[in-house]
C-alpha cells in the first residue's frame, strides 16, 4: 500500500490550492479524483470565463452560519493572498464592477498555470480514483478506491465539493463518509437555480427576459431581495435576479419544507408606482388599445399579464400587477441545473484557525464541501482558493 504525509480528496479549486500550499512546505501529497481530469467546474465557471475572485471580499456576502469560519479563513488568506498566488504562478487577471476574471477571459487559462503549478512542485495525481471508502486506525487514514486501490496517510484533505453539476465530478459522495466519522452534515439543497412555477403566464412569456426586482417571500416573511435579469421559461423563471434569491427559497422548501413560498416581482423597477399609474391613466384616457397599454415600458408580449385578470380600465390594478406581480413558488430545479451547493459539512465541528475536524484528528475539509455558500460574483471559488490554500499550509 502506498504512503504519503497527506491525500486530498478533490482536484477541484479547493484541492488543488490545498495541494499548491501542502506542497510549498514540502508535504508529500497526493490528489486523488474520480474524473479523468481535474478542474473540471473551473472549466464551467462563469460561463467558461471563470469569476475567480471578487474584490468586495468579507464574510457579508455567504450564508449567516459561515459567515465566522469565512471570516476567519479571509483574515489569512483573502483577497490580496488569492490575487498574489495567481500573479506567482502566471495568471494575469482584470477585474469588471469587482469581479475578477483571467485577461484571457477563458478559464481554460486558471486551470492551465494552476496545472502549471502542481507540475513544478511535483504533485502526483490520481485519476478515476473514487473514493469509496476512508477509515481510521493507530492514527493513519487509509483512502480506498472503488477500485480497490487504497493509500494510507497521515493527514487527510477532503475538498471533494457539494452536490451541484454532478457530472462535473462534484455529487455529494464523501457527505456519508464524513458523516461515518462523527461530523454533522446540514442538509445541502441546491443554489443558485431556477424555480418552478404552475403559472400560464411564465409558458406564454417564455424567452423574455427583462431587468427586473424580485423579492423572495417565505410565510409572508421577505427574506431577501435582488435586481437582475428575469427570464420566463416554459416551467417558470429564471435569470440573474432569480438565482440571486433562490438560496433562501431553496431552504425553505427543500431543507425546511415550507409551502407559502412566494416570489413579488417588480417588472419595471426604473419607474415608480406613482409615475407608472399616471402613465397608465393617460394611456387609458387616450383611449389606447388594451394590448397596448404597457408598449414601450415593457416588450410587446407582456400585454399577456392582463390574461384573465378584470383590471382593464383600472390604473391602480394594472400598476400594482406590474409592479408586484405575486407567483407562487412549486419547486426549485435540481441539481442538474443547481452552480452551487447550501449545506454540508457544519462548521461547528471544523476548527476556525485551520480547517481541521473538531473530532478526528489530522483531517481538514476544504471548499463548497462545507457547509459554506457565498453570493454570485466570485464568492465560491474565493471560499474554494481561501479555505484549500489554509487547509493545505496548516497541515
Ligand atoms: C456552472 C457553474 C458555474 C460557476 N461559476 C462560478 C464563478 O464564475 N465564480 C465562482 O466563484 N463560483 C462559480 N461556481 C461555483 C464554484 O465553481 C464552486 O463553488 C467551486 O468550484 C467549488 O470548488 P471545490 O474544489 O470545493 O469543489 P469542486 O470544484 O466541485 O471539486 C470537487 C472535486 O472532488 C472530486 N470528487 C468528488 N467526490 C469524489 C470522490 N468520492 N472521490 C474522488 N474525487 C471526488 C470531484 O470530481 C471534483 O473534481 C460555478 C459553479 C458551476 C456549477
Not at 428575469?230 to 417558470?236: D, I, R, S
Not at 382593464?312 to 409592479?323: A, G, M, S
Request: charged share 25%; aromatic share 8%; proline share 3%.
Amino acid at each position: 500500500m502506498q504512503k504519503l504525509d497527506t491525500v486530498i480528496i478533490g482536484g477541484g479549486a479547493a484541492g488543488i490550492a490545498a495541494a499548491i500550499s501542502a506542497r510549498r512546505r514540502n508535504r508529500s501529497v497526493v490528489i486523488c479524483d474520480r474524473m479523468p481530469k481535474i478542474g473540471k467546474k473551473i472549466l464551467a465557471s462563469g460561463n467558461g470565463r471563470c469569476n475567480l475572485l471578487n474584490e468586495r471580499l468579507d464574510e457579508s456576502f455567504y450564508n449567516p452560519s459561515g459567515r465566522p469560519l469565512v471570516k476567519s479563513i479571509f483574515e489569512k488568506f483573502g483577497k490580496e493572498q488569492i490575487l498574489n498566488l495567481f500573479q506567482e504562478i502566471g495568471l494575469q487577471t482584470y477585474s469588471e464592477d469587482g469581479r475578477v476574471f483571467p485577461r484571457t477571459n477563458q478559464s481554460s487559462s486558471v486551470v492551465k498555470v494552476l496545472e502549471m503549478e502542481l507540475n513544478r512542485l511535483s504533485v502526483p495525481i490520481e485519476l478515476n480514483f473514487e473514493v469509496k471508502g476512508i477509515s481510521r486506525s493507530q492514527g493513519m487514514f487509509t483512502v480506498t478506491s472503488k477500485s480497490g486501490k487504497s493509500i494510507e496517510c497521515e493527514k487527510l484533505i477532503v475538498a471533494a465539493g457539494g452536490r451541484s453539476y454532478p457530472a462535473l465530478g462534484s455529487d455529494g459522495s464523501c457527505y456519508r463518509m464524513i458523516a461515518n466519522l462523527g461530523h454533522k452534515i446540514v442538509d445541502p439543497v441546491p443554489a443558485a437555480v431556477p424555480i418552478v412555477l404552475k403559472e400560464k403566464l411564465c409558458h406564454l412569456l417564455q424567452g423574455q427576459k427583462i431587468a427586473a426586482r424580485v423579492k423572495a417571500i417565505v410565510n409572508q416573511k421577505t427574506v431577501c431581495e435582488s435586481e437582475g435579469d428575469l427570464l420566463f421559461t416554459n416551467y417558470g423563471l429564471s435569470g440573474t435576479a432569480i438565482l440571486d434569491v433562490s438560496e433562501d427559497i431553496s431552504v425553505a422548501i427543500n431543507r425546511q419544507k415550507i409551502n407559502d413560498v412566494l416570489v413579488s416581482v417588480d417588472m419595471v423597477p426604473f419607474m415608480n408606482r406613482d409615475t407608472l399609474k399616471l402613465e397608465i391613466s393617460r394611456r387609458i384616457k387616450d383611449r389606447w388599445k388594451t394590448e397596448d397599454l404597457l408598449a414601450g415600458i415593457l416588450p410587446n408580449k407582456f400585454h399577456f399579464v392582463f390574461e384573465g385578470k378584470d383590471m382593464v380600465c383600472d390604473p391602480e390594478k394594472i400598476t400594482n400587477t406590474v409592479k408586484s406581480r405575486i407567483f407562487k413558488v412549486v419547486e426549485t430545479k435540481r441539481w442538474n441545473e443547481a452552480d452551487f451547493t447550501a449545506g454540508g459539512i457544519d462548521i461547528k465541528y471544523v476548527k476556525q484557525e485551520t480547517l481541521e475536524s473538531t473530532v478526528v484528528k489530522g483531517l481538514y475539509f476544504a471548499g463548497e464541501i462545507l457547509d459554506v455558500c457565498g453570493k454570485r460574483g466570485g464568492y465560491n471559488l474565493a471560499w474554494a482558493w481561501g479555505s484549500g490554500f489554509t487547509a493545505g499550509r496548516t497541515l
